[in-house]
């Protein structure tokens, strides 16, 4: 299948092209990988990307708002990733085709409002988590595929280093700290030795640690004694959160009640349905709740190393690349 993917994200763009390459298909992106030859900074090389110079001059020559008609005629199927203008403003020259409105987490009532006329005259929808079906205005799915990492990939924590650390982009930033959940953050490793990594966040002050490249964050999830996650509205989960899990660095996570999102009214945080509390993670709402199991695991090697083997378990059982993979095999 010749799969034409537009892509809003970087990370996620280079897993999801990365298992459609592996599964057989042919994959043309426009987003971080659309010069297969010089891709995004984030994340490397994608092995057996398909490479076409008419191809790939005809997607630099175009946007995502207005596909190249050499790039439509090739393709069969379309992976749209989030953004529903895209669906919108190429409708009419891809509808003939197979369309896929892929959700990242970060579907509003309005979204799915104005998607719902393309999906009564055949747009299919993959959801990555089943809370979606609370959003107001739901036009429904064909599928739940949640997002992947690979356990051989993302593996080998010791937790050697006693430091509380979470990884995000613009936490502290005006405008992002509400969504962030920055004061909770912020309060709830107050005293302990912490870092917060991510682009953006020289606001955060001592706390920052700097930006990893991809290989410094695997390395950082593997020495940490433990991930204070404070989720993003209006998200299910992250990306940071599965590669967290799988690498088994035990994780403190707000509760449903520190996620609810208070703009949209609406509460599609999953991490405290997919953690059992004291046993693959710790779960609260209260900030000093979530103070004292950060320091329970700066203090207690061992517990921390229970928690770590039964949340892997757990990161294998919903995002592990075998389960996900097969998924989308039989979606394709």
Same mark, same amino acid.
């Given at each position: 299948?010749?799969?034409?993917?537009?892509?809003?994200?970087?990370?996620?763009?280079?897993?999801?092209?990365?298992?459609?390459?592996?599964?057989?298909?042919?994959?043309?992106?426009?987003?971080?990988?659309?010069?297969?030859?010089?891709?995004?900074?984030?994340?490397?090389?994608?092995?057996?990307?398909?490479?076409?110079?008419?191809?790939?001059?005809?997607?630099?020559?175009?946007?995502?708002?207005?596909?190249?008609?050499?790039?439509?005629?090739?393709?069969?199927?379309?992976?749209?990733?989030?953004?529903?203008?895209?669906?919108?403003?190429?409708?009419?020259?891809?509808?003939?085709?197979?369309?896929?409105?892929?959700?990242?987490?970060?579907?509003?009532?309005?979204?799915?409002?104005?998607?719902?006329?393309?999906?009564?005259?055949?747009?299919?929808?993959?959801?990555?988590?089943?809370?979606?079906?609370?959003?107001?205005?739901?036009?429904?799915?064909?599928?739940?595929?949640?997002?992947?990492?690979?356990?051989?990939?993302?593996?080998?924590? $010791?937790?050697?280093? @006693?430091?509380?650390? =979470?990884?995000? *982009?613009?936490?502290?930033?005006?405008? !992002?700290?509400? +969504? /962030?959940?920055?004061?909770?953050?912020?309060?709830?490793?107050?005293?302990?030795?912490?870092?917060?990594?991510?682009?953006?966040?020289?606001?955060?002050?001592?706390?920052?640690?700097?930006?990893?490249?991809?290989?410094?964050?695997?390395?950082?999830?593997?020495?940490?004694?433990?991930?204070?996650?404070?989720?993003?509205?209006?998200?299910?989960?992250?990306?940071?959160?599965?590669?967290?899990?799988?690498?088994?660095?035990?994780?403190?996570?707000?509760?449903?009640?520190?996620?609810?999102?208070?703009?949209?009214?609406?509460? $599609?945080?999953?991490? @405290?349905?997919?953690? =059992?509390?004291? *046993?693959?993670?710790?779960?609260?709402? !209260?900030?000093? +709740? /979530?103070?004292?199991?950060?320091?329970?695991?700066?203090?207690?090697?061992?517990?921390?190393?229970?928690?770590?083997?039964?949340?892997?378990?757990?990161?294998?059982?919903?995002?592990?690349?075998?389960?996900?993979?097969?998924?989308?095999?039989?979606?394709?």
């Amino acid at each position: 299948m010749n799969i034409v993917y537009l892509s809003c994200h970087s990370v996620l763009e280079y897993d999801e092209i990365k298992l459609f390459t592996e599964l057989g298909h042919n994959v043309v992106s426009y987003g971080a990988y659309s010069n297969p030859k010089n891709p995004s900074e984030l994340r490397p090389a994608v092995k057996g990307l398909c490479y076409d110079e008419v191809l790939s001059s005809a997607v630099l020559q175009s946007s995502k708002d207005h596909l190249h008609d050499a790039v439509i005629e090739w393709a069969d199927g379309f992976m749209v990733m989030h953004i529903d203008q895209w669906v919108r403003n190429n409708w009419d020259r891809i509808k003939h085709k197979r369309v896929v409105w892929r959700s990242i987490g970060q579907s509003i009532p309005d979204i799915e409002l104005r998607l719902a006329p393309y999906r009564k005259e055949g747009l299919q929808v993959v959801r990555y988590s089943p809370t979606e079906q609370r959003i107001v205005n739901y036009i429904g799915q064909d599928a739940t595929i949640r997002f992947y990492k690979d356990k051989s990939e993302f593996a080998g924590w $010791t937790g050697d280093k @006693a430091q509380v650390m =979470t990884i995000a *982009q613009s936490m502290c930033h005006p405008g !992002r700290e509400k +969504e /962030l959940n920055w004061r909770v953050f912020k309060h709830g490793v107050n005293g302990l030795p912490a870092k917060l990594f991510g682009l953006g966040n020289e606001c955060a002050g001592d706390l920052w640690g700097g930006q990893l490249s991809f290989d410094e964050m695997k390395s950082e999830l593997r020495q940490n004694r433990c991930y204070f996650y404070t989720g993003t509205k209006p998200a299910s989960y992250t990306l940071g959160f599965i590669e967290a899990l799988m690498t088994g660095i035990p994780i403190v996570a707000i509760g449903s009640g520190l996620a609810y999102d208070d703009f949209y009214k609406q509460n $599609t945080y999953e991490v @405290a349905d997919i953690l =059992t509390h004291n *046993q693959d993670g710790f779960i609260a709402d !209260r900030i000093e +709740e /979530l103070h004292d199991y950060c320091e329970q695991m700066i203090n207690n090697h061992r517990l921390a190393k229970k928690i770590s083997f039964s949340g892997r378990q757990t990161a294998v059982k919903y995002f592990g690349k075998k389960v996900i993979k097969q998924q989308w095999e039989s979606f394709l």
